[in-house]
C-alpha cells in the first residue's frame, strides 16, 4: 500500500496545454527572422522543454551559438505577451484537482517554467488559489532533473518525499521524482515525442488520462 499525502505536477504538457502559445510565441519570432512558421505537430513534442528546445527546433540553434540569447529573450517576450491566448487545462485535470482534497491530499506545481512565467500563467488558469505550492524554474538553484525542486515543494507542503507522488510528461520529471524518493507517473497525455520512451523512465506507472492519477492512488489507499 502507497500513503500518499501531496500530489504534484508538471505544468506544462501535464496540468496545461500550452503548446498552441508556445507555438505562437516560436512562429511570431520565425516571421520576424523571414522564416516559416511550424506546424502545431512539429512543435507539440517540444513544448515541455522550454525555449532552448523550441529555439532549436525553430532555428538550429544551441545556448553556445552567437545570438541565441537574443533570440531567447524575444522569444520570452512574445511568449509572456500571448501567454493564455489558447491554454487551458487539460480535460479531467480541473475534476482531478478538486476530487484530491477531497481525498485528504493537497497538491502542488513543480515546473522549469521561470517565476516571472508560472506565476501569471498558474493566475490565469485558476490555479493559484488552490495550489499548496508553486515551485518554478529558478525558485531554487537547480532545474529538473535536479531533484532540488521537488525536495523544496515536499517542505513547502510540509511532506515527505516518500509521500509525495510527481507526475509529469518528461523523462527529466521521472528522474528528477526517482531520486528525490517519491512515487512517479507519466503523464502520456502530454507532449511525448515519437523517439521518447516512457516505458524505460521506470516510472510507476504510465497514465493515459488524469482521471488515471486519481483511479492510481485510489488503488492504493
Request: hydrophobic residues 40%; negative net charge.
Amino acid at each position: 500500500m502507497t500513503d500518499i499525502h501531496t500530489v504534484l505536477f508538471d505544468l506544462d504538457g501535464t496540468l496545461a496545454d500550452t503548446a498552441p502559445d508556445l507555438g505562437f510565441a516560436l512562429n511570431e519570432l520565425l516571421r520576424e527572422h523571414g522564416q516559416q512558421p511550424l506546424s502545431h505537430d512539429q512543435i507539440r513534442p517540444r513544448a515541455s522543454y522550454g525555449a532552448r528546445a523550441l529555439l532549436q527546433l525553430g532555428f538550429g540553434i544551441t545556448p553556445d551559438d552567437t545570438g541565441y540569447d537574443a533570440l531567447r529573450r524575444r522569444f520570452l517576450d512574445l511568449y509572456a505577451a500571448n501567454l493564455c491566448r489558447e491554454t487551458q487545462l487539460f480535460p479531467g485535470v480541473g475534476e482531478l484537482l478538486s476530487a484530491l482534497p477531497q481525498r485528504g491530499l493537497n497538491w502542488g506545481i513543480v515546473t522549469n517554467k521561470p517565476a516571472f512565467l508560472t506565476e501569471p500563467l498558474v493566475r490565469a488558469l485558476g490555479l493559484a488559489a488552490t495550489a499548496a505550492c508553486v515551485v518554478s524554474g529558478d525558485t531554487t538553484a537547480n532545474t529538473k532533473p535536479h531533484p532540488a525542486p521537488l525536495l523544496y515543494a515536499c517542505a513547502q507542503c510540509g511532506t515527505a518525499p516518500a509521500n509525495c507522488l510527481y507526475v509529469g510528461d518528461a523523462a527529466r520529471d521521472i528522474e528528477a521524482g526517482r531520486v528525490a524518493g517519491m512515487h512517479t507517473l507519466v503523464a502520456m497525455f502530454g507532449y511525448i515525442g515519437e523517439t521518447d520512451d516512457p516505458p524505460s523512465w521506470g516510472a510507476d506507472a504510465l497514465v493515459h488520462s488524469p482521471g488515471d492519477v486519481l483511479e492510481w492512488i485510489d488503488a492504493r489507499r
